[in-house]
């Protein structure tokens, strides 16, 4: 991971555990609590891949797990975290584009059922049976709503922050010097005229023959006078 990303995915995750420990951990909602680190891990897994997405998801959990007042087993909420940064990360859309709000909410409400149901099957396999007495129906729809609910307030914004951090086209796509600059204005060219720099040149080489012809006509039939 670049320099940016780790500090801007730092910053983030510093930030939103803050806030879900001291503030949405305090609301005293039924049901699950709001999990602001879990749609942070998601906007960035969108934006970087599924990598880095994993690799912030790890980082994430792991701090969750050794934070006050975590009551369970270090590494559980990291491999769980881990697992969904991933699995966000394969959702990453073309170009970095969304075309629209759908498949984002998809995808927080598919982390937050999945994230629970990892959870406590992790917690059932080191003999945590918290989920047993909560309720674990509850807490998959209020995990899903309350997620759902806060997700079009933090996402957008990760997402934008996230975009802000990426490189420029042309050292992204790993070109240097005139060749890729002539590709990325290619590009900007056939997106803004809707004709492409191949059909231009062609256009240009058929003016250029046709411009030769005439002009040897004309000198021909000069001197046939």
């Not at 590494?75 to 940064?85: D, K, P, Q």
């Not at 937050?112 to 149901?117: K, P, Q, W, Y």
């Not at 059932?124 to 997620?147: I, N, Q």
């Not at 002009?215 to 006078?225: H, N």
């Amino acid at each position: 991971m670049r320099v940016n990303r780790v500090l801007l995915s730092t910053a983030l995750v510093v930030l939103a555990l803050m806030i879900q420990v001291s503030v949405l951990a305090r609301l005293q909602l039924p049901g699950a609590v709001p999990d602001l680190l879990l749609l942070t891990v998601l906007g960035l897994a969108l934006v970087y891949g599924h990598t880095a997405g994993a690799l912030i998801g790890f980082g994430a959990g792991l701090l969750a797990d050794i934070a006050p007042p975590a009551d369970h087993a270090a590494g559980r909420y990291a491999l769980v975290l881990c697992v969904i940064g991933y699995v966000a990360g394969l959702f990453k859309p073309d170009k970095g584009q969304l075309r629209s709000a759908l498949g984002p909410m998809a995808v927080v409400v598919a982390a937050a059922v999945g994230s629970t149901l990892l959870y406590a099957l992790v917690g059932a396999l080191v003999g945590d049976s918290a989920a047993r007495h909560v309720g674990l129906g509850s807490l998959l729809f209020t995990a899903a709503l309350y997620d759902l609910l806060l997700a079009p307030f933090t996402v957008p914004l990760i997402v934008a922050l996230a975009r802000r951090t990426e490189r420029d086209p042309v050292t992204e796509n790993g070109g240097s010097g005139a060749a890729a600059t002539k590709d990325v204005a290619a590009g900007w060219l056939s997106a803004g005229t809707g004709l492409s720099i191949g059909k231009q040149r062609g256009s240009f080489k058929a003016r250029a023959t046709r411009a030769r012809v005439a002009r040897a006509g004309r000198i021909k039939g000069v001197k046939r006078l």
